[in-house]
Every structure is written in structure tokens, then in C-alpha cells.
């Protein structure tokens, strides 16, 4: 019998934790046993859990960012030995598995490589939905885990480093957004035997439809029936968006210039077969943009701020911090106890 090796990869916040979770239930129906890799450039985490947990530094994985910071984010050569080593340590070789990267765009051929029979899929999203989402979260660029790879991501795409820098962290973000999208769907035209292209947007208008064409892909016609029980068809709706609250009305112009992109490249690429309304989804955007920048300027959501605490804020300055609230917590609490003791107001 043949291994069943899956690779799902997009931008972070494109509907890449979504599907891998369809995925796991899906291999579970179908009563194929997978090793589970879950960001494997970052996370040593080796199960199919839907929210497992990342609050511990035992599950970073410290040859999976070795080989991230050490390897090119669009490689042309043969992977280095870092690379070589981090293949090693994952233990997937001859395997059934199912892994998930929002760090492969730009390298996702160089996992097909490593897995030949592997089959990918290729999820992706609008650029504000997953700009706006991201900002919270996560650097694009790694700044919370490693040095930033903002420096070697404007030499690999040949930007002017100085404008780069003068833009605003959302706009940086959305650059980063673009090129890794551009790279991983021209990935996908190379090799549309082995990569499928799915817009999030079709996964969330009509997931069954869009579940049974990614089970098709990768299990084979057989597959379609089982996946429709455990997803059976439900009324096709478009999901609203939230309000954009975290990005600034003056960078509008440079993501509305990106989504144009979308709408007319991106989206057509979409194989699920769910016919996304690019007028609807357009109209969607512009009033979750409206929405945000009402709930900024009424003083409802404090605008945000990427320089605190940093994006590079070290993990013994944040327990240094929590250990001065903590003891700043008692010192309030003992203070209030004495006050009251002395019948005074607290």
C-alpha cells in the first residue's frame, strides 16, 4: 500500500490551522494512521490536537529554527546540512503523514523534494483579512522566536531596504504577504499533479464542496464519499468579516492595490470548484475596513502599536516584568488590607 503524505502550507492566518484540523478528521474516518508535524520550522509538536499547547519553550523546536534562519527563504540550491539535519529529525521518512507550514512558500519545492510522494496543499487568504488577524499574533518575520528576517527577505526579493523600513509594520507584512503567495502559486502551476491551490474564502463559503475536492486530491475518488458524511453539504454562505481594527486608514491605498492582485490572480487559481463572488467579497472588505477605522478613531480600540511592547521583547524581560506585577500586586493588596484595618477608605 502506497504512504499517504500530506503537506498543507500558506501564509499564517490563511486557513492553514483550519484545514489541518479537517485533515486530522478526516484521516481519522477514513482509518489512516499519520504522524502529525505541526509548524515544524518552530514546533516540536507531534500530535493532531485542535488547540495544543504552545506556552511552554519544551515544545519549540530548536533544529526546526536552526534550519529556518540558516537556510534561504526562497532556496534555488539543494538544502544545506541544517536543512538535511531538520528532515532527519522530523522521523516522517516512508511515513503516513500530515504537516502544516506557514514558513514553506518560498521553499515548498524543496520539500517535495525530501518527499516525492508527498501531495500539497496550498491554502490562501485576502491580504487585510490575514494582515489584520496576524498583527496581534505574530511577525511574519519571526521577531518573537529569532532574529528577523526582514533584512534577508528584502535581499531575496530585491526591495529597497530603506523604503521597506520607512513602511509601516502592516505594510511590511502585507510585502511579505504578496511575495510568499506569488512564490507558492507559482509552485503550484509548475506541479498541479502534486500541489493544490484552495482560497480560504471557498473553504469557508462552501467547506464541503471544498473538503471533497481536497479529499478527491489527495485519497483518491473513494475518499469523496466517506469525507461527505463525516462534512455533509450545508447552505452556501459568505462569512462576514471583523472590523479591521489593527490596520491604519493611511496604508489603505497599498492593500487595496494588493487585493486588485487577489481578485484577479489569486482567487481564479482556487480549484475547489466553489465559485467565490469576488463583488461580494470586495464589498465585505471595504466595510470591515470602515468598521475598524470607526471603532479606532471612537477611542473603542487603541491603535496598534508594534513598538510595545516590541516585537523582539526577550522572554526573561517579560518575566522579569510579571515578577515586578506580581510583587507590585501584593504591595497594592497589602496596602489596601492595612488601610481597611485602620478604618480608612481603601
Not at 184 to 210: V, W, Y
Not at 219 to 244: M, N, Q, S, T, Y
Amino acid at each position: 500500500m502506497s504512504v499517504t503524505q500530506t503537506i498543507i502550507f500558506g501564509v499564517g492566518r490563511s486557513g492553514t490551522t483550519a484545514l489541518f484540523d479537517y485533515l486530522v478528521d478526516i484521516h481519522d474516518h477514513l482509518g489512516i494512521d499519520v504522524e502529525f508535524r505541526l509548524e515544524p520550522f518552530l514546533w516540536n509538536i507531534r500530535t493532531g490536537e485542535k488547540v495544543p499547547d504552545f506556552s511552554s519553550t519544551r515544545v519549540l523546536s530548536p533544529q526546526g529554527i536552526a534550519a529556518h534562519v540558516t537556510e534561504p527563504l526562497f532556496p534555488k540550491d539543494k538544502p544545506g546540512p541544517q536543512m538535511e539535519l531538520f528532515f532527519d529529525f522530523l522521523e516522517i521518512d516512508g511515513k503516513n503523514f500530515l504537516t502544516k507550514y506557514i514558513r514553506a512558500c518560498g521553499r515548498i519545492e524543496t520539500l517535495m523534494d525530501r518527499w516525492p510522494d508527498a501531495k500539497c496543499v496550498f491554502i490562501y487568504r485576502n491580504p487585510s483579512s490575514v494582515i489584520d488577524s496576524a498583527t496581534n499574533r505574530f511577525s511574519f518575520f519571526g521577531d518573537e522566536f529569532h532574529p528577523s528576517d526582514e533584512e534577508r527577505f528584502c535581499e531575496a526579493v530585491g526591495c529597497d531596504a530603506e523604503e521597506f523600513a520607512s513602511s509601516s509594520y502592516q505594510v511590511r507584512q502585507l510585502r511579505y504577504w504578496r511575495h510568499m503567495n506569488e512564490a507558492a502559486l507559482q509552485a503550484a502551476q509548475r506541479h498541479p499533479d502534486r500541489i493544490l491551490p484552495i482560497a480560504q474564502e471557498s473553504l469557508g463559503t462552501d467547506g464541503s464542496t471544498t473538503l471533497a475536492v481536497v479529499g478527491r486530491f489527495l485519497f483518491g475518488e473513494d475518499a469523496v464519499g466517506p469525507i461527505a458524511e463525516l462534512h455533509p453539504p450545508a447552505e452556501k454562505k459568505a462569512r462576514g468579516e471583523k472590523p479591521f481594527q489593527n490596520l491604519p486608514i493611511e496604508d489603505f491605498d497599498a492593500f487595496n492595490h494588493e487585493m486588485r492582485w487577489y481578485l484577479e490572480t489569486m482567487l481564479p487559481a482556487c480549484a475547489s470548484g466553489v465559485d467565490v463572488d469576488k463583488k461580494a467579497l470586495s464589498e465585505r472588505i471595504d466595510r470591515a475596513w470602515a468598521a475598524g477605522q470607526k471603532a479606532r478613531s471612537s477611542g473603542v480600540r487603541k491603535p496598534y502599536d508594534p513598538t510595545d511592547p516590541p516585537r523582539d521583547f526577550g522572554t526573561l524581560m517579560l518575566r522579569d516584568l510579571l515578577r515586578k506585577k506580581r510583587v507590585s500586586a501584593r504591595r497594592g493588596t497589602l496596602s489596601r488590607m492595612m488601610r481597611k484595618l485602620k478604618g480608612k477608605p481603601v
